[in-house]
């Protein structure tokens, strides 16, 4: 059997490869782009090979010895979930690696672009095959890393990388965006999260002596194990939070979004594979790998442990909740492609979010021990999965075509699109069946993860969020119909159509996002006919996860109300942009209301702004503080020391003018002075 | 403890000097350069082959080794503890020898047609062979007495080439760095002095076991803090510590970039590196009772260093600032008196040197090849000319900043594993999360808003916009050998790490019978 190892080893190699010939001055193209590609297929096909194994009940585990006291070594864990996600991964990396081959032709930063592109998928198989927490931190900054050097790709900042409208301003902070400013941004913000990761990783070392996954899991049910000793503590809900931190920011969950949105400077491609298909599911990833793992926890030791672990899950819940709404609110306005779908992304991650923080804290109130209410976690848990699953797929098409749309128009605004349907037919199918699974509709995927999702919300109780999800949903529908009867359907506001030579998109372009678009019919399709159960038998073998379903969605009721509702948003874009044809920006100039909520929804929500006013202004504010200070240090050392030093220094030389009657009376004195503390000495 | 057959560690120190004098007259200076480098990287080697053999836990001890009384064993050990440090300065001194090279060549012509008459380029290397064999004959010693010659002797060629190659104001600054970091040196010797005075001999290391000598409390009685806090208030001051941080600032940005290289990064994280090996098991009580004033100095120290070093401009203060910040972290390390601290400030020791090295060599490339430029306000858009110099530059940022595959990625979180290990979860949990928030941020914030302001976006200047695209050469392969053993010590992490940790449970043993 092969090691599971080489999943991630494999990208691993091909980028050292290009790292030693880049530094050799090699810089030939296709060199670059068929290594990355070829490195990405032998892991796919590596984890296909594998998958079946996992899927008949055997957890594949190997591990090579690397630092055994802290419990770190280079161990691959391939349990359900693990090859649930090295399949997604490995296979949509693939297919993005081979339209990024002809989308990056002749790019200044060929090079760098597949190196870090290889490197990625490397750091994201490592990231969910890791066995334990330092290699997952590992795999996890590699992503990171990436990510920040691809969203600055273009690092020359030319104005047709930016992401907003130049000059545009809210509450005078500038809300357009440079792919270097971008970077940095992406880097910090996730970086936050990922101190919070680090610090729960020294957190529980500190209570176990180990670093490794498994073991943690099974010291979370013990009596005296690390999740009861912090309830007693009183901070375990806290102490979660803080562990998940890293995955709240790296899946842009509120308030950590921002950076997730101004990631769009970077080629598309990789938007399609690192911000939409994988990377930003890495937080979910971590909640998916231990969310069993607490909720496991919490229902064996149950008391003060169940009530901390079910807050932090409602927390979770919430969270996710407000970021799917309000991303979705955001997306109705943009005028760039990318940004609608980036907007689009972190709605559906708190779809996930929401999924698996319902799911634990369907343990509220559950008895201690109890396995039926366990089975109902992992059914959400599945759910939320299963939603990672169907949203990589669509969203990577969404975006390929994105990428193919600007790259025809040579603008990223959808203002100068349109008319698309008449020139590129396939592109315009793909886009209805990813946007339509996007949607919600059946009987795409997209709908039956979604309802998953929305059904474990109902289950827990969490009616609000429910509520909240449901509204999104509808949101959802409209956007993403907006947007495709934008671009496909009807004339461009700006521009006109015969200004550029439309032609459909290359081969090796097209068939990527074709592939994925039917991908998302094919599973929707299949879905009802076993392929849900199939998924479910695969992730019933995940660690603190022995069995897992997918709930049943049936054709009733409130799930009926929701997909008419959802249609009927598709439906009102279509007649709104196809017949009414409505002047938005004529009403924006006329009422004052309208241009207020534009506004607010344009500058998204105004969380950019008030970050940079408080914490970057304020920062700024210590920085100038700490400096003045630090003038001030300086000048005690520099200024103040050396002036009293000199000054001392003259006083004390005009004591020493060559004058014997003055030494001799200085003499006369202190021998006086000697003598009388002699005499009080002794005396 | 093995005894070498060979006197290994005495003339790993004593041929570079040696070759240096006899070149100091020669104009062969590539030649002379090569044998410097080679020999520079022989206390590497020595490290390496001891961690394959598995004979660091145990640690090594030179065969030529005298006892004196009333002074104790003079001799030169190497283990655990000290072994990735003697890496460190090994790996920089040896790839900045090179380095110097172009850049001290043109250094001398510049100073020359300004009308300045600077030491050739062999007087140029013999004092740089001093003072990087004095670095690693200080970590080798054993014995107070033969730790403050090498303190000294590093004190005195540093000095030197500030004041012969500086910038600047360079013979003002060179006094400076000599005034300061000298008085911390006499108050350590202070403290020294009166340790050996009472004690009888000055060792701190025991030959045969190469375990420290224990508790000096009983010995010295109620003298024990004020000593305590001499040696301390010395190393603090060579450390750059908030509050006695005020010579580095001048001394590294102006000092020759080579020497830059070696100041920031070995010598003043020598100071931490002293406490470990001898204040902290000399005196366990004054550690214990001061802990958190030191972990509470560290904070302060990595986001007062980190902030200030955001409202640098020139690119070398820049860095210098960082440093002072990245000393925090040694001194959080070494404050949590657990052995995963402890390792953890180790590794931080070999992390900073190795990043700060490459990024001191990277603003030395702009000064070479832009005559001078160090305006971070004027940079803008460098990678594009610069692609090598940007990769490498960002591959010392992640250093600092611990990201993998960076062997600064082991020392962040093995402070942290260690930190956590010390503090009282229940009721610190959340003051230390933010902290740790706030400073690890900070760190990241000045690491890749600079990497912005210097490599990315627009030219914002005459000389960045026309500057000429990059000639890889020796500067630039230096800096990749340096980065490339940063990148070596991730994967290769293990024997070192085993017997680290073993010298540093050694002297956690010492600070447990105090704590109880």
Avoid: C
């Amino acid at each position: 059997m092969i090691d599971p190892l080489y999943i991630w080893l494999t990208p691993y190699l091909a980028a050292g490869i290009m790292a030693i010939t880049w530094v050799m001055g090699i810089r030939k193209e296709s060199f670059y782009s068929w290594l990355s590609v070829l490195s990405i297929l032998v892991s796919a096909i590596i984890a296909t090979i594998l998958t079946p194994k996992v899927y008949h009940g055997d957890i594949i585990y190997t591990v090579h010895s690397w630092m055994p006291d802290i419990g770190v070594n280079v161990g691959t864990y391939m349990d359900g979930l693990g090859a649930f996600m090295s399949l997604v991964v490995a296979w949509l990396s693939f297919l993005i690696a081979v339209y990024s081959t002809k989308y990056m032709e002749g790019d200044w930063g060929f090079q760098r672009y597949f190196f870090f592109f290889t490197f990625f998928v490397g750091s994201m198989l490592l990231l969910v095959l890791a066995d334990n927490l330092v290699l997952l931190f590992i795999g996890w900054e590699g992503t990171g890393l990436a990510s920040y050097a691809l969203i600055g790709h273009w690092y020359t900042d030319d104005e047709d990388t930016w992401v907003g409208d130049p000059g545009r301003k809210a509450l005078g902070t500038n809300m357009y965006f440079e792919p270097s400013h971008s970077g940095v941004r992406a880097i910090l913000f996730t970086k936050i999260g990922d101190i919070g990761m680090l610090i729960g990783m020294a957190g529980i070392f500190a209570l176990t002596g180990t670093l490794s996954i498994p073991q943690i899991s099974n010291l979370a049910s013990q009596s005296d194990g690390w999740m009861a000793t912090l309830a007693n503590m009183k901070i375990l809900t806290a102490f979660l939070v803080v562990f998940s931190l890293g995955a709240l920011a790296k899946s842009a969950q509120f308030p950590f979004q921002e950076w997730l949105v101004t990631a769009m400077t970077g080629p598309t491609p990789v938007s399609a594979l690192i911000h939409a298909a994988t990377m930003v599911k890495a937080g979910v990833y971590f909640m998916l790998r231990f969310a069993p793992i607490f909720a496991v926890g919490a229902a064996n030791l149950g008391g003060a442990v169940l009530d901390a672990v079910t807050s932090y899950f409602w927390i979770i819940a919430l969270l996710g909740g407000i970021t799917a709404f309000m991303m979705a609110t955001m997306a109705i306005v943009s005028r760039e492609l990318k940004l609608i779908l980036a907007f689009s992304t972190a709605s559906q991650l708190g779809y996930m979010f929401l999924g698996v923080g319902a799911a634990g804290y369907l343990l509220k109130g559950a008895e201690a021990g109890t396995s039926n209410t366990l089975s109902l976690v992992y059914e959400g848990i599945a759910a939320s999965a299963s939603h990672l699953m169907s949203h990589a797929v669509f969203k990577a098409a969404l975006f390929l075509i994105a990428g193919w749309a600007i790259h025809a128009v040579h603008s990223r605004f959808i203002d100068d699109m349109g008319n698309f349907a008449k020139y590129m037919k396939i592109s315009m199918i793909s886009m209805w069946l990813a946007g339509l699974s996007l949607a919600g509709i059946p009987p795409f995927s997209g709908f039956w993860s979604k309802e998953g999702v929305l059904h474990t919300a109902h289950l827990a109780g969490l009616e609000n969020l429910w509520l909240l999800g449901v509204i999104t949903a509808g949101i959802t529908a409209f956007y993403i119909t907006r947007a495709t009867v934008r671009v496909f359907h009807i004339k461009p506001y700006h521009r006109h159509e015969e200004e550029h030579h439309l032609h459909e998109a290359p081969l090796t372009m097209l068939l990527p996002y074709f592939i994925l678009a039917l991908t998302a019919l094919v599973i929707g399709l299949a879905w009802p006919l076993g392929f849900s159960e199939k998924v479910a038998e695969l992730l019933g073998h995940t660690l603190a996860m022995p069995s897992a379903e997918l709930p049943s969605v049936e054709f009733t009721g409130i799930t009926l109300e929701i997909v008419g509702y959802a249609l009927l948003m598709v439906l009102f874009a279509i007649v709104l942009y196809l017949a009414f044809k409505p002047d938005f920006v004529g009403l924006l100039q006329k009422s004052t209301t309208a241009r207020i909520l534009h506004d607010f929804l344009y500058d998204r929500w105004y969380i950019n702004a008030l970050i940079y006013i408080f914490i970057v202004g304020g920062f700024a504010g210590l920085v100038e503080i700490m400096g003045w200070i630090n003038g001030v240090i300086d000048a005690f050392y520099h200024v103040a020391i050396p002036v009293v030093l000199i000054a001392g220094s003259q006083a004390f030389r005009g004591l020493h003018r060559g004058r014997t009657d003055l030494y001799l009376t200085f003499y006369a004195y202190f021998i006086g002075v000697a003598l009388l503390v002699l005499y009080f000495l002794w005396g | 403890m093995v005894v070498l057959d060979t006197s290994l560690l005495w003339l790993s120190v004593l041929l570079p000097v040696i070759i240096s004098i006899l070149g100091v007259r020669s104009e062969k200076y590539e030649t002379l350069a090569s044998i410097i480098a080679a020999l520079l990287l022989f206390p590497l080697v020595i490290v390496a082959v001891a961690a394959i053999k598995g004979s660091l836990s145990s640690g090594i001890v030179d065969p030529a080794y005298t006892t004196i009384n009333g002074i104790g064993t003079l001799a030169f050990a190497l283990d655990g503890l000290s072994a990735l440090v003697v890496a460190g300065i090994s790996v920089v001194t040896a790839f900045v020898a090179f380095y110097s090279l172009p850049y001290m060549k043109t250094r001398i012509e510049e100073m020359r047609t300004e009308g300045e008459e600077p030491p050739s380029l062999g007087v140029y290397y013999l004092l740089y062979t001093l003072f990087a064999v004095a670095m690693v004959g200080l970590v080798y010693s054993t014995n107070l007495i033969l730790f403050y010659l090498f303190l000294e002797l590093t004190l005195i060629p540093s000095f030197l080439l500030i004041a012969y190659y500086g910038y600047g104001d360079r013979k003002r600054i060179a006094m400076l760095y000599f005034v300061w970091t000298h008085l911390g040196a006499v108050v350590f010797l202070a403290g020294a002095l009166y340790y050996g005075y009472i004690a009888g001999n000055f060792d701190y290391l025991n030959i045969d076991t190469l375990s420290p000598v224990g508790n000096a409390a009983s010995i010295l009685g109620n003298m024990t803090t004020l000593i305590a806090a001499l040696m301390t208030f010395g190393l603090f001051v060579k450390m750059a510590v908030l509050g006695v941080h005020m010579w580095l600032p001048y001394a590294h940005a102006e000092a020759p970039t080579p020497i830059s290289a070696l100041l920031s990064p070995n010598l003043i994280g020598l100071a931490g590196y002293a406490m470990a090996r001898i204040t902290v098991p000399l005196f366990p009580d004054f550690y214990t009772a001061n802990q958190w004033f030191f972990i509470y100095l560290a904070f302060a120290t990595i986001i007062y260093g980190g902030l200030v070093a955001l409202k640098q401009t020139d690119f070398k203060r820049f860095l210098a600032y960082s440093s002072v910040s990245q000393m925090g972290y040694m001194l959080l390390g070494i404050a949590t008196l657990t052995s995963l601290g402890i390792t953890g400030a180790m590794l931080h020791y070999l992390a900073h040197a190795v990043g700060k090295a490459v990024l001191f060599m990277t603003a030395g490339v702009f000064i070479t090849d832009l005559h001078g430029f160090r305006d971070i306000t004027r940079m803008g858009g460098l990678a594009r000319k610069y692609p090598m110099t940007a990769a490498l530059a960002l591959v010392g940022f992640m250093h600092l900043v611990g990201m993998p595959p960076t062997v600064g990625m082991w020392s962040e979180i093995f402070i942290i594993l260690g930190l956590f290990r010390a503090i009282d979860i229940s009721a610190q949990f959340i003051l230390i999360t933010l902290l740790l928030i706030v400073a690890l941020g900070i760190s990241a914030s000045y690491a890749f808003i600079n990497m912005r302001r210097i490599f990315y976006g627009k030219p914002r200047s005459d000389t960045a916009e026309r500057a000429k695209p990059e000639s890889v050469g020796i500067l630039q392969w230096s800096m990749l050998a340096i980065a490339f053993f940063g990148f070596l010590f991730f994967l290769w992490i293990t024997p070192y790490y085993d017997s680290l940790l073993t010298a540093a449970s050694k002297i956690v043993q010492i600070l447990q019978t105090v704590m109880g």
